[in-house]
T-cell receptor, first 111, second 114 residues
Framework: ELKVEQNPLFLSMQEGKNYTIYCNYS?????LYWYRQDPGKSLESLFVLLSNGAVKQEGRLMASLDTKARLSTLHITAAVHDLSATYFC???????????FGAGTILRVKS | ETGVTQTPRHLVMGMTNKKSLKCEQH?????MYWYKQSAKKPLELMFV???????ENNSVPSRFSPECPNSSHLFLHLHTLQPEDSALYLC?????????????FGPGTRLTVL
């Protein structure tokens, strides 16, 4: 059974600092997604990573995938308050279609 | 705006009531999903529909009854719910086949069962 673990589950950052959120998963996968959720809102798709070594960047966020280590990272550069949200990774099993979500990382950026 | 709409946005119901949640996607996708998001628990998949056919029921109690009349509309019929069913219910859609197959989520219905 596919399990997805994120850490940390809560992250309090100072503005301008860098940090990384980690997503580990337990079985082989061919798709990994990162989503953002603001309080009381729905999930917004940030990135989809399809292959080993894939790297995607959007603004201050950069996501990467290492399929051999079964690990994805979401790196935050020079955090700003607007990045405060909950970030989820979600993984699809190889040859399957069930999307399994991690527990989410609550990010708070303080000025 | 993600192209997936849900109504109502908020719903309060008693345990003996019957209500329905509605989802509509305007993205031309061929798959639709219901998810449950409870406090302090990961997002849980409830049901999957491909081309209007239910392909997955993730051990959901029968007090939740999905309906997919066409590939753009999805309903979740609720009856005799329990207080522990209070949660955010999210609808999503995707295009199955090759490529990313990203799920796009609606804004959710916040359900409170009294």
């Amino acid at each position: 059974e596919l399990k997805v673990e994120q850490n940390p589950l809560f992250l309090s950052m100072q503005e301008g600092k860098n940090y990384t959120i980690y997503c580990n998963y337990s079985t082989t996968s061919d798709r990994l997604y990162w989503y953002r959720q603001d309080p009381g809102k729905s999930l917004e798709s940030l990135f989809v990573l399809l292959s080993n070594g894939a790297v995607k960047q959007e603004g201050r966020l950069m996501a990467s995938l290492d399929t051999k280590a079964r690990l994805s990272t979401l790196h935050i550069t020079a955090a700003v308050h607007d990045l405060s949200a909950t970030y989820f990774c979600a993984v699809v099993e190889e040859y399957g279609n069930k999307l399994v979500f991690g527990a989410g990382t609550i990010l708070r950026v303080k000025s | 705006e993600t192209g997936v709409t849900q109504t109502p946005r908020h719903l309060v119901m008693g345990m003996t009531n019957k209500k329905s949640l509605k989802c509509e996607q305007h993205l031309g996708h061929n798959a639709m999903y219901w998810y449950k998001q409870s406090a302090k628990k990961p997002l849980e998949l409830m049901f999957v529909y491909n081309f209007k056919e239910q392909t997955e029921n993730n051990s959901v109690p029968s007090r939740f009854s999905p309906e997919c009349p066409n590939s753009s509309h999805l309903f979740l019929h609720l009856h005799t719910l329990q207080p522990e069913d209070s949660a955010l219910y999210l609808c999503a859609s995707s295009q199955k086949g090759q490529g990313a197959q990203t799920r796009y989520f609606g804004p959710g219905t916040r359900l409170t069962v009294l």
